[in-house]
C-alpha cells in the first residue's frame, strides 16, 4: 500500500514535544502589533499545548 503524505502547512505549523503532544503557536501575534498591550504580546509569544478537540484531526494531517 502506498504511504500517506504529511500535510505540508500543518508539518510548518506544529511540533511534537518529547511526552507526544503537539505544540501549536498562538494566533494574532504577526501583524498590528501596536495597538496591543505588552502583557498581551509576551503572552502570544509562548507555545500551547494543543486542545483535546483538535488533537485528532491534526494527528490525520500530520499522519501520527
Known amino acids: ?3 500517506l503524505k504529511t500535510n505540508s502547512g500543518a508539518k510548518k505549523r506544529f511540533t511534537l514535544t518529547g511526552s ?10 504577526s501583524h ?3 495597538k496591543k498591550t505588552k502583557k498581551q504580546k509576551r503572552n502570544l509569544d509562548h507555545f500551547a499545548i494543543l486542545e483535546q478537540d483538535d488533537l485528532k484531526r491534526v494527528k490525520e494531517l500530520l499522519v501520527l
Open 1 to 3: 500500500m502506498a504511504k
Open 32 to 34: 498590528i502589533l501596536t
Open 20 to 29: 507526544g503532544k503537539i505544540k501549536r503557536k498562538h494566533a494574532y501575534h
